[in-house]
């Protein structure tokens, strides 16, 4: 079995960063595209950013500036840093991941959430 862990999420001022990051493990073969994505209380899941296998990101164009997202291939892992918080940036956030097990499965997998509070 594949899984996604996040961690990271807290409480945060307005204008304070936070870090997310998002753990792949167990039976890997290879992970292609990974995600974060966020849903604010009462609004639908949006896409914050992807980045591939090879480096290459996209961002939703309301996430351009303030969020960085980043992978260690090597750890399985993808990263958001997150500056300049607003309060509208509270959600949980969720990670997204492709990944190919060992079996040779294509699972489309993602995390339980982390929370991510910006208030003063």
């Known amino acids: 079995q594949v899984q996604l862990v996040e961690s990271g999420g807290g409480l945060v001022q307005p204008g304070g960063s936070l870090r997310l990051s998002c753990a792949a493990s167990?039976?890997?073969?290879?992970?292609?595209?990974m995600a974060w994505y966020r849903q604010a209380p009462g609004k639908e899941r949006e896409l914050v950013a992807t980045i591939r296998r090879d480096g290459i990101i996209n961002y939703a164009n309301s996430m351009k500036g303030r969020f960085t997202i980043s992978r260690d291939n090597a750890k399985n892992t993808v990263y958001l840093q997150m500056n300049s918080l607003k309060f509208e940036d509270t959600a949980v956030y969720y990670c997204?991941?492709?990944?190919?097990?060992?079996?040779?499965?294509?699972?489309?997998?993602w995390g339980q959430g982390t929370l991510v509070t910006v208030s003063s």
């Open positions: 167990g039976s890997i073969f290879s992970i292609g595209t």
């Open positions: 997204n991941a492709w990944v190919t097990d060992q079996r040779f499965r294509a699972l489309d997998l």
